[in-house]
């Protein structure tokens, strides 16, 4: 039990050096929560004094002196839990922001492999909810642990010292406070998990619903998108049900239970003044104390729920901590390699999630020249391109950049001399000028302008109200697919690459502007090193060497009027082509 | 994101009288929770001065049966309480639960009964938290405000009775802390609600960025952006810091800040009432009983303090919630609407149409056209030219402003709403994938059975497909489609449309480029649609194009050239040059041959 509880509490250890770097201001904190409750718990018996003091003659005088005290007393009190609170939420918050910059800096050394395991909104959750309840667990966690220790034990001992028997019996309800804090907080946490996701489901249907309008209006299916709203809104409202139920118990159990013990006190503790037992003063202290007892109760079950969720969230966080890169530097790299631009795959063979994706691929592509691949979908082009820059590993002495391993150049120095635009064009919600700098340290209007202008975007960049101002996204306009992919082209122009990689990144670029684009490139990609993934023979058609994939192998290689000649599958989708060229009316 | 933040006033008597009409329906709960609440209050009141009686007549007077006797009451008005709180608590929050179901489907109903154009101008983020998070705040109101503060009220209330009968000098020299309290607590809740707006956007923006970051992490890897992005996030997680830091500020003054108001109400207890007891002008347990309700003035001040906060937010809220309410439904049934017996044959004209989505903006001008029932229209045209919204007109998305469009020679604004559109089918360039499975995005909520289901897939070749998946029609499809291809969702689209067997095909083909095989499918499958259905086609294929009976030519809204693909071609006009254009793109792919 003890092994095992240690291990559960191993999950932690990765708080340790932050909780150490923060040793002052965490020490501090406690000694603050030693203090407050010192001054705190004093107070309750000089009430008492003050009241037993009534009996006595020349009591006038000395009632002041009580009054004052019981002032001071809060005012002492007040700056110590001034100080407890900004000390210790204090850390927490800074120790929040240390780790969620750890896990974002880390995220950023994952690989692509990382991110199709997990979803966005399993990462998102971690990174926001996991964070959240981890801090809780060492700010208020912590805090109000050390504070129920300390009042308990000072106001126990204060209690005791009044009568033992009269302390026994008025705490004897207390524990049920915590018990039930511990097992209703539980309880309602967790339903509310389960409304919280039923009312997201909810909101996930009015999005669809929403977007979806003219599908829905089209075929006439408002009817049926009300019912089956109607059936998640009800659905909700029964899982909100549950949850009213237990609430609706839990805050008057506490007071019940808190009741019986200030009722235990005015019976038994009424019996012993009578008696004579204890002072009339001894009897107000008593029930301040009891009074001073109940949050700490009340605190007990809610941090031990607290620590239990912080530390099943360390757990979850801990998985992504604990992910190593598989593509990073290894300890042979080259440190002092740089990119000519001549690619060669040597009889690589590569499986992805188990499933050989290419097989037995040998290809060499000289500096600056320009090669073309085209396959079906699910062929193996984009996965074979991908190795290029290390978004996948590929198997040791298979992949060569001018001649050396790619697994020996630093993979930095590799990623800045491609150039590549991937199939699913991603812009981020900031100005078309910041997507377009994206990957260089400083740009000025011109070279941004440029690299605009050699993707055909500037004509449409010029037309929005604020230029390359503009941003993108939710926020500012939303671009065609054609301008997106257009966008992304300047993004990888502008870093002057020796290698450019177009991944089907022309398939929403019209055929015309397609040809002017490609045009444009072959001016600039001269004596650089050029690879295009595509479906039309059109975008092809002027590479020095044309590479047909099928099922991850290589069928055809040569130029176009080569391919022609042999007659295979690509003269075959030339031919269809021919037949179904689209008619160029949008532009 | 800036506009949710907006608050105005804490109170409107306007919004608030709608806002009661929706209590109407349960107003015997309302009622019932009030009683209940006054009942839970009078208690509260009630216990110091049991504690008052237990010391002075019982305690004493060395009254040990009396003693028993007062802590029997008290136990019994204890469980009392626990039963109304219960109770009380069980039927506010139930009835709001109520009456949220009840907004939520009205909202929700009368967004679908708005015309297209109002989902123009209102981006679906923002009808969302119209209809979950603005609808959220208001069960708050309904909850936790409006019959609550009565509760909070008469607390206090009772407790101010209670301590100027037990002596009304000594009543009001505690009663002077009341209003320091309030004014610290209102400062502090200034303060931490201002925080709090802070921390809240500090969040939301650290969420963006991780979200897109997270989702764009090729590029940020590929475009060696890590450290710069890095950078920037850094300088957003500082900014949810300080604003943490701030929050934190707040909280740790105003507990203090209570605990010393509250000291000084028990030090002014002691040494005024202390001195009035040694006149004999008080009793001990009175002093006691002071004491303790010196100790119950805070918990209702700081409840109606918060109750401004929800009012204010329910205020925003509402007043949103009711502009949508009152959005008019611009495109209804007309009364008296024509539903004849039959389905429609298929005849299509368009008479002098006149349309603009603004003023007078035209972007159709003078449009007249007519389809035969079973003939197929192709329509091209630049961007622009107004082929969609022809399309658009049809199905009455929009009302047009001058002349007619006719269905089987009936003007289509006279016609009964569902038997028109369902006498379409549209298929758009950007398919619509609802999440589920395959089955239901052909489906939809419409009762078709299985096996035409079956037989649509059958039919626009999506059947291959479906065999190279284990689950089969079953397979389950998310929102983006992210599961499917471009051409997957494009024949997926075709069975929606099959299956729904309308008598008029609207299809806006898909300009994007798709592998040939695909492309050969999808052909065929546009050859199957248009089967003995009238369709008009926005074309931007060849092929498509000239198996077309007629082809409309439109440019800026008007319509410039009908005739078949040979006639247009003799006219040497706009298609003419269309036309010219794709068959010099294929001279340039020929001499490789």
Known sequence: MAAADAHQWSILNRLKSHLFRHRGRIAAGFLAVLLTNLFLLAAPRVTGYAVDSLKEPGARETLPYYALAIIGLALCEGVFRFSMRRLIIGVSRQIEYELRADLFQHLETLPMSFYQRNKTGDLMSRVTNDLSNVRMLFGPGIMYTANTIVVTVFAVVLMLKINWQLTLLALLPLPVVSLSVRHFGKRIHDLTEESQSRLADLSARVQESMAGIRVVKAFVQERYEIDEFDRLNRSLVAKNRELIRAQSVFYPTMELMIGFAVVIVIWVGGRQVVQGTISLGDFVAFTVYLARLTWPMIALGWVVNLLERGRASMERLNHIFDTIPDVKDEPQVVADFEVEGSIEFRNLNFAYNGAPTLRNISLAIPKGKTVAIVGATGSGKSTLVQLIPRLYNAPPNSLFIDGVPIERIPIGVLRRAIGFIPQDTFLFGETIRENIAFGVELANDAEIQRAAEISHIDADVQAFPNKYQTLVGERGITLSGGQKQRTAISRAVIRDPKILILDDALSSVD???????????????????????????????????????????????????ELLARDGYYAELHRRQLLEEELAVSE | MQEEEVLGKAYDSRLMRRLITYLRPYKRYVALALVLILFESSLEVTFPWLTKIAIDRYIRTANMAGLAAIAVVYIILLLVRFVCASAETYVLQNTGQKIMYDMRTQVFRHLHTLAPSFYDHNPVGRLITRVITDVDVLNELFSAGIVSIFGDIFTLLGIMIAILVLNWQLGLVTLSVVPLIAITTAVFRWKARDSYRRVRIAIAKINAFLQEHITGMAVVQLYNRERKSARKFDEINTGHLVANLDGILAYAWFYPAIELLSSVATALIIWYGGGKVI????????????????????????????????????????????????????????????KPARSARGEIEFRNVWFAYKDEDWVLRDVSFHAQPGESIAIVGHTGAGKTTTTSLLTRFYDIQKGEILLDGVNIAKLDLDYLRSSFAVVLQDVFLFSGTIESNIRLGSPIPRERVTGAAENVNLALFLRSLPLGLEHPVNERGTTLSVGQRQL??????????????????????????????????????????????????????????????????????????????????????????????????????
């Open chain 1, 511 to 561: 055929t015309y502007t397609e040809e002017q684009i490609l045009h444009e490139l072959k001016q600039v990609m001269r004596n650089r090193t050029s690879i295009l993934i595509s479906h039309r023979v059109s975008t092809v058609k002027e590479a020095d060497e044309i590479v047909v994939l099928d099922k991850g192998e290589i069928v055809e290689c040569g130029t176009h009027a």
């Open chain 2, 279 to 338: 006149q004999g002008a008080l009793t001990l347990g009175a002093l006691v009983a002071f004491m303790q309700y010196s100790n119950r003035f805070f918990q209702p001040i700081a409840d109606m303090s918060e109750k401004y906060n929800i009012l204010q937010s329910a205020m925003a809220s509402s007043e949103r919630l009711f502009t949508l309410i009152d959005t008019p439904a611009t495109i209804v049934n007309p009364p008296d609407a024509i």
């Open chain 2, 492 to 593: 997926l689209a075709f069975a929606r449309a099959l299956a729904h067997d309308p008598h008029i095909l609207i299809l806006d083909e898909a300009t994007s480029s798709v592998d040939t095989e695909t492309e050969l499918q999808i052909r065929k499958a546009i050859d199957r649609l248009m089967e003995g259905r009238t369709s008009i086609i926005i074309a931007h294929r060849l092929s498509t194009i000239q198996r077309c009976d007629k082809i409309i030519v439109m440019h800026k809204g008007r319509v410039r050239e009908i005739g078949t693909h040979q006639q247009l071609l003799a006219r040497r006009g706009i298609y003419y040059k269309l036309y010219q254009l794709q068959y010099k793109d294929q001279e340039v792919a020929v001499p490789g041959d």
